[in-house]
């Protein structure tokens, strides 16, 4: 398929905006981009698209399964939002629920341009059974835990096991829109000595780990007691030194940064599902000038409570330039790479984020014929547009590797009526 339009934001380096562009796509996979009057002879189809062409974005941290508990103790602070409300309520999903809701988030995701997420949740095949049905792309990293209640899906070793008996089996790509990690809940949840068995798990595979870390002041008080802080000791217990990354990441000193700096780890920077806890505003600034790679993540919906991204990117510029007192902590443009291209650094997969020869077909068609776009043949001011005014809501149509599945923004392979309904039943089901 050929795609042509408008105007093609790249996400590539220097950040190239591409006027009356044209795109090719061969196997699911990109293999040209550039102006249209500079495009190679091309026999085959052609989609012409009235707006904006853009890659797929990705979130870097989310719970999505969580999506019927969405709203339940909404008022309270991280630790009892967690403990007293969330944990004795996913306690009653099953597999079943997890596929249904997995499926209804991946729908949500893609209708606001997210076509892939790094997903830390519990049965497994539910999840990645969610994913196909919406034809969306994920990192499933398997959580892992130790804490009361928990047990009921087995120990932090049988948990990590299974992890590794799939990748040995099958490979952390089971499936082409599908990667496997692991998924340590967090040090405050799993002893030093878990931690540094999973990490090693994960390093002897070259997986993706993904952790909480530093969420807030109440989480970890022992940890820092005893180590100083979660990076010093994730570093202690050697979980560093493979693919890693921190969810959150709020709580850090400069001490913290240097570790991350020194050990490669990325931030998941959530900024919706902090503020709405109260766990504070993380130093992404900071973290960017030291070389720390940071993507956005919506956390679960049910501490965000959506699953928008394009949300995260306004408040995270909105909280950077609060802190530091300057309006050009975060710009438009920096927040938009950080949905895409550096959300795609974060989690070390250099096909996706950007549109270019070789990325894969994640495409994303935003509507330009739009109030929120007041001067579109300007670089600078559609930029801004697009993050200030515009957003998920203007998003229309939606590819993963080349095939379509949103279409004018109704999902192609998923009732979506059905979808909401089975959610709702869950949903009910858990208030009663």
């Not at 050697?238 to 850090?252: K, N, T, Y």
């Not at 080349?402 to 279409?407: K, N, P, S």
Request: proline letters at 6%; hydrophobic letters at 45%; aromatic letters at 4%.
């Amino acid at each position: 398929m050929r795609f042509t339009a408008p105007v093609a934001l790249t996400c590539g380096e220097g950040f190239p905006i591409v006027r009356d562009a044209a795109l090719d796509v061969v196997d699911g996979r990109i293999t040209w981009i550039g102006p249209q009057a500079a495009a190679p002879a091309w026999a085959g189809p052609v989609t012409r698209l009235s707006g904006l062409l853009m890659p797929g974005l990705v979130n870097t941290h989310a719970h999505t399964p969580m999506l019927p508990l969405r709203g339940m103790g909404g008022d309270l602070p991280l630790m009892s939002w967690l403990q007293d409300v969330m944990w004795p309520a996913e306690a009653r999903l099953g597999p079943d629920d997890v596929r249904a809701a997995m499926t209804a988030g991946a729908v949500e995701l893609l209708r606001g341009g997210c076509t892939t997420s790094v997903e830390m949740y519990f049965f497994t095949d539910a999840v990645i059974e969610g994913v196909l049905a919406a034809g969306s792309r994920a990192i499933l990293t398997p959580g892992i835990i130790a804490a009361p209640g928990w047990d009921r899906l087995g120990t932090w070793e049988q948990m990590r096991d299974e992890v590794s008996a799939r990748i040995d089996a099958d490979g952390l790509h089971p499936h082409d829109r599908i990667e496997l990690g692991y998924g340590p809940h967090s040090a405050y949840t799993l002893p030093p000595a878990a931690l540094a068995s999973i990490a090693a798990a994960a390093r002897a595979r070259g997986a993706l780990l993904h952790v909480h870390v530093a969420e807030s002041r109440q989480e970890d008080v022992a940890q820092r007691a005893e180590f100083g802080s979660v990076p010093a000791e994730l570093a202690a217990v050697g979980a560093f030194g493979g693919r890693v990354l921190a969810a959150h990441s709020i709580q850090l000193s400069d001490a913290d940064l240097a570790l991350f700096a020194a050990h490669g780890v990325a931030v998941a920077h959530c900024p919706g599902s902090n503020g709405k806890l109260a766990a504070g505003i993380a130093r992404v600034a900071d973290l960017r000038r030291s070389g720390i790679r940071v993507g956005l993540g919506t956390d679960g919906p049910a501490s965000g409570d959506d699953l928008d991204l394009w949300q995260q990117a306004r408040l995270a510029a909105l909280y950077a330039r609060l802190r530091s007192e300057d309006a050009a902590a975060l710009t438009a443009a920096d927040v938009v790479l950080m949905a895409t291209r550096d959300g795609a650094a974060a989690i070390d997969r250099d096909d996706l984020g950007v549109l270019e020869p070789g990325r894969r077909a994640d495409l994303v068609h935003v509507d330009l014929d739009d109030p929120a776009f007041v001067a579109p043949e300007d670089d600078a001011q559609l930029v801004s547009n697009l993050v200030w005014a515009g957003g998920s809501r203007l998003v229309r149509d939606v590819w993963v590797g080349g095939e379509q599945v949103i279409d004018d923004g109704e999902p192609v392979t998923v009732d979506a009526a059905r979808a909401h309904s089975d959610l709702r039943t869950i949903a009910t089901r858990l208030h009663t």
